[in-house]
């Protein structure tokens, strides 16, 4: 499985900014998809995925309803809407796989993409 981010960038309080991920090497349909964040000086922490065996969708409290994951299912390309940015969501983001043959356990990691908001 390998997966590549594009996207992060300096934006302003309150704009918005559109993280993408280009997956590839699954063999079955039952694995996740998802993006973590690591802010400086603290652990990396998960902000939103998606299964892809019934599309179902999670969101850490602090980006819900102003995040939104999403897919291409043609291009293998995975997305983050992010809207309604604020300073602490400054982190590097990571988009990560978990597949259900390792007991869904984040093992597949893509490099990191800097989001910065600046206040």
């Known amino acids: 499985v390998q997966l590549q981010a594009f996207g992060g960038g300096l934006v302003q309080f309150g704009g918005s900014l559109r993280l993408s991920c280009e997956f590839s090497g699954f063999t079955s349909r039952d694995y996740a998809i998802g993006w973590f964040r690591q802010a400086p000086g603290k652990e990396r922490e998960g902000v939103s995925c998606l299964s892809n065996s019934d599309g179902a969708t999670y969101y850490t409290d602090s980006v819900k309803g102003r995040f939104t994951i999403s897919r291409d299912n043609a291009a293998n390309i995975l997305y983050l809407q992010m809207n309604d940015l604020k300073p602490e969501d400054t982190a590097v983001y990571y988009c990560?796989?978990?597949?259900?043959?390792?007991?869904?356990?984040?093992?597949?990691w893509g490099q990191g993409t800097l989001v910065t908001v600046s206040s």
């Open positions: 990560t796989a978990a597949l259900k043959t390792t007991d869904y356990e984040w093992g597949y």
